[in-house]
Each structure stands twice: as C-alpha cells, then as structure tokens.
C-alpha cells in the first residue's frame, strides 16, 4: 500500500480556507502539508496543493483500487431525487468494509476493503434501477465495459447529471466514483474513497482530480 495525495488545483478566486472547509481539513493542516506556502493569505492560482487525509491505494486484484480519495465537508447536501448519487450521499461516512456485508445496498460482501469503488458503485447503480446484477463488477475497467457494452457514452463536465459514473487512472491504477453535481462552480464527486488511516475505504465527498472520464447512460 503506497499513500497517493489527493491534490487540489489553485484557482482564481480560491483561499487556503474555503479550499480547507471544502476538504474537511484545515488551514494549519493544509500549510504543515505544502512547505512551499509561507502565508495563509498568500496563495498562487494554477499552483497544486497536496490535501492531507486522504490514501490511495496502490494495489488490488481487477483493476478495482481507489485513486486519491477526498474528503468533503461534512454534511455537505447538494443532490436529490433517486439517482445514483443521492443514493450514494446516504451512506456518506460508512465504511465500505461494513457497508458491504449489510443488506442496505447489493454489495459483495468478499472484496478486499481497500478497493471497493467499483463495489459500492455498482451497487448504487443497481438500486437506482440503472443496471443488473450481471453488469455490476468489483472491477473498474470490468464495469466500465460493461456500461459502455450496454450504450454509455462519454460527456463533458458541462453536460454531466448528478449519477453519472467518473472513471479516473492515475500510476496504472483505476478508481471510479459518482458525479454528484456542481458546487460554487466546481464539479462534485461521491464514492468509496482511500481515506481511513489503516487505506480503506470510506463513503466520502471527492475521489476525483486531474484527467478523469464521465459517462452517462445518455446517448
């Protein structure tokens, strides 16, 4: 298991502290984690920050490790209806590792607790009536051939819907979470993230940076 940071990209507009607050984090923290920042009130738009508190997982059979999972500020609310995503928001804060083996979601119960992304996806898709038990995987690139072996198809941030699937691979690791919609103009994720202590995994806000793909049962 290798610690991946999640990584924030310093925008016009940001400060130490909103970027805290939405990180569930904290400006000391944030600071005692970027040597290069001297001041909290000094910060460089297209700069990155390493956000503190999050794991990534660096291992794991089928392709279904987690990728710099984040985590958002608690109690955080911007989805409804019965998407995929609002379905995924109820359980925030649940460990996978226990979430798998209760009859709340159709999960499978022997995957390893460090790489149930895929798992916990494909179960919230499942509930939201999205897909079978033959299409879910514990597998990321297995679902994502799945999903778009039955129609779906890539689009842009700007056209994505609260529920869509976001596939990320960063170091040869896959990851996949759920759009969750946008928030003061920046897109918002939900998934089984690498965000405990020990590298597993939790239900969190976050688990996507950088160059990631959206699909969407659209067309």
Not at 59 to 83: D, H, K, L, M, P
Not at 85 to 112: C, D, T, Y
Not at 179 to 191: D, L, Q, S, V, Y
Not at 204 to 216: P, V
């Amino acid at each position: 298991m290798t610690a991946i940071g999640s990584s924030h990209h310093i925008v016009s507009g940001d400060t130490l502290s909103h970027i805290a607050q939405r990180y569930g984090t904290s400006v000391d923290a944030l600071m005692a984690n970027n040597a290069q920042i001297k001041d909290a009130d000094l910060i460089y738009a297209g700069d990155t920050l390493n956000i503190p508190g999050a794991m990534g997982d660096a291992g794991g059979s089928g392709g279904s490790g987690g990728v710099a999972g984040t985590q958002g500020v608690s109690g955080s609310s911007i989805v409804g209806g019965n998407n995929a995503a609002a379905i995924a928001e109820q359980f925030i804060g649940r460990n996978a590792g226990e979430l798998k083996h209760s009859s709340e979601l159709p999960m499978q119960s022997w995957v390893p607790n460090n790489v149930n992304c895929a798992n916990f996806v494909s179960a919230c898709l499942q509930k939201a009536g999205l897909i079978d038990a033959s299409q879910a995987s514990a597998s990321v690139d297995t679902l994502a051939g799945n999903l778009k072996g039955d129609g779906w198809q890539t689009v842009s941030l700007a056209d994505a819907r609260p529920g869509d699937v976001v596939l990320m691979q960063r170091n040869g690791q896959s990851h996949v979470v759920l759009f969750a919609g946008m928030e003061n103009g920046r897109p918002t994720f939900i998934g089984s993230n690498n965000v405990n202590a020990d590298g597993s995994q939790r239900i969190s806000w976050g688990g996507a940076s950088g160059n990631y793909e959206i699909i969407s049962p659209r067309g």
